[in-house]
């Protein structure tokens, strides 16, 4: 079944700690994919997002993802967190194909939470 | 930036009310999406609506939700009878292309008492 897994619900790092977080996905052609950040009380934001070419993308606040094909993944990292990285942060997908609405189809979701 | 923005931010209404949330979409934007997110749980995609009409509906958009788009500006999401299980946030969003990057709202809570 076509779906998008964000393997870790919770994740708890230091400030100034590198971070990675997981997302797997699995559809037959690779999908636009995109990580969405939101904090409390807030809407979704755009941090990246990948379509085709360089396999390494850069976003928004110091964050990249990499896309790699053969393990169906596009895992978010940031070389050194800050504290107002704490939030939830949803990788989503808009599966390829004819008929495309652009319908997003999100992930469980990674809550961040950030150690002084 | 131009922002997405949505209306009310909160509303609670009785089991069995009407309910309208209310969008304005970015003004160059084509492509009009609703999302919901349950509390604890993941966000869900409801319906897409391009060219005046329903793109796509997810198996949650039932006969009892609409969407209209009544003038140039606005968007909204009608729910005829709510019920306990419609609570959730609500989100609109909109984008130039189907494949481009989708910019929301900050969302309507929705509460069903």
């Known amino acids: 079944a076509q779906s998008v897994t964000q393997p870790d619900i919770h994740i708890t790092v230091s400030e100034g700690a590198s971070l990675e977080l997981r997302c797997n996905y699995s559809?037959?052609?690779?999908?636009?994919l995109f990580w969405y950040v939101q904090s409390p009380g807030q809407g979704l934001q755009l941090l990246l997002k990948?379509?085709?070419?360089?396999?390494l993308v850069q976003g928004i606040k110091g964050f990249e993802a990499e896309f790699k094909r053969s393990q169906s993944s596009f895992n978010l990292r940031k070389p050194s967190v800050h504290w107002s990285d704490a939030a939830e942060y949803f990788c989503?997908?808009?599966?390829?194909?004819?008929?495309?609405?652009?319908?997003?189809?999100f992930g469980q979701g990674t809550t961040l939470q950030v150690k002084p | 930036e131009p922002e997405v923005t949505q209306t009310p931010s909160h509303q609670v209404t009785q089991m069995g009310q009407e309910v309208i949330l209310r969008c304005v979409p970015i003004?160059?934007?084509?492509?009009f999406y609703w999302y919901r997110q349950i509390l604890g749980q993941k966000v869900e995609f409801l319906v897409s609506?391009?060219?005046?009409?329903?793109?796509?509906k997810s198996e949650i958009f039932d006969d009892q939700f609409s969407v209209e788009r009544p003038d140039g500006s606005n968007f909204t999401l009608k729910i005829r009878s709510t019920k306990l299980e419609d609570s959730a946030m609500y989100f609109c969003?909109?984008?130039?292309?189907?494949?481009?990057?989708?910019?929301f709202g900050d969302g309507t809570r929705l509460s069903i008492l």
């Open positions: 609506f391009y060219n005046n009409e329903i793109s796509e």
């Open positions: 989503a997908v808009v599966p390829h194909g004819s008929g495309n609405t652009g319908k997003l189809i």
């Open positions: 990948y379509f085709s070419g360089d396999t």
């Open positions: 969003a909109s984008s130039e292309e189907s494949n481009q990057p989708q910019h």
């Open positions: 003004s160059n934007h084509l492509y």
């Open positions: 559809y037959g052609a690779t999908p636009y």
